[in-house]
């Protein structure tokens, strides 16, 4: 997917990133995927902190994969590399406890940027992109088979509401009207139509609706269990959260007021 841009043409893949383990030393073959994240300006990586909340070996380091023909003055550095892996440094947690993570990571957003504000009105068009479903296999030579297939999503803006998030407790949360499978965690909320990142993916929402309700026949004895009809939505960290999020990477001010 590309978009104009004044100096050309902009691919969404340059800005939003897998993350991924790789070894601290020798060549960085990726050893598990663990998420989507994006960058914000100069040097700064956000996505959620259950991506990288599991403690690695000291042999091991969280990193970002970053494709080759979208980076192309870093392909004389791995010339065989479809990805470039970069380290990410100083990962933390969002101060106030949310599940959202900040690092450093070696280079720049090129367009990707944060809005001047969230959510305008419920019904908003958004749109995202990350990396759900990818596959993490065994690999009969060093690390991980690992195949980042990237994808597109695009829906709307439905409720907003204060959730109590298990881990990470209470939440300001936009409900999105678009899927959410496993891996897309960490993926930018994105107004359509623009760059503007107005969120962050961190999960889906479940509800249940009673179709029919469990009863027993009663010449057979024979139960029909309860059937449930189950609707998930995609849930975000609302706009606020994103912009107060800080950390070394941002100095230690706001990301908002840093950017």
């Not at 993350?19 to 960058?39: A, H, Q, S, W």
């Amino acid at each position: 997917m590309t978009e104009s841009r004044t100096e050309g043409y902009y691919d969404i893949r340059r800005d939003v990133l897998p993350i991924v383990v790789v070894p601290r030393e020798g060549y960085p073959i990726p050893k598990g995927y663990k998420g989507t994240g994006f960058l914000l300006g100069k040097g700064v990586f956000v996505t959620c902190h259950h991506c990288v909340a599991d403690p690695v070996s000291e042999e091991e380091t969280y990193a970002v994969a970053l494709p080759i023909d979208y980076a192309p003055e870093l392909r004389n550095k791995t010339p065989d590399a479809q990805y470039f892996v970069s380290t990410l440094h100083d990962v933390e947690q969002d101060s106030t406890g949310l599940d959202l993570a900040i690092a450093q990571v070696g280079f720049d957003s090129v367009g990707l940027h944060l809005a001047q504000e969230g959510i305008r009105t419920i019904g908003e068009d958004v749109r995202t992109y990350g990396y759900p479903l990818t596959e993490d296999l065994p690999h009969s030579g060093e690390g991980r088979a690992l195949s980042f297939r990237g994808r597109y999503l695009k829906g709307y803006s439905t409720c907003n509401y204060l959730d109590d998030v298990p881990v990470y407790g209470p939440t300001l949360t936009e409900e999105l009207d678009l899927p959410a499978p496993r891996g897309l965690s960490g993926a930018p909320v994105i107004r359509t139509d623009s760059l503007e990142v107005i969120g962050v993916v961190y999960g889906t929402k479940d509800y249940g609706t009673i179709e029919e309700f469990s009863r027993v026949d009663e010449a057979t004895g024979e139960r029909t269990p309860e059937l449930q009809r189950i609707t998930t939505f995609a849930v975000a960290h609302m706009f606020d959260s994103l912009y107060n999020l800080s950390g070394n990477a941002t100095e230690g001010m706001h990301l908002g007021r840093y950017l």
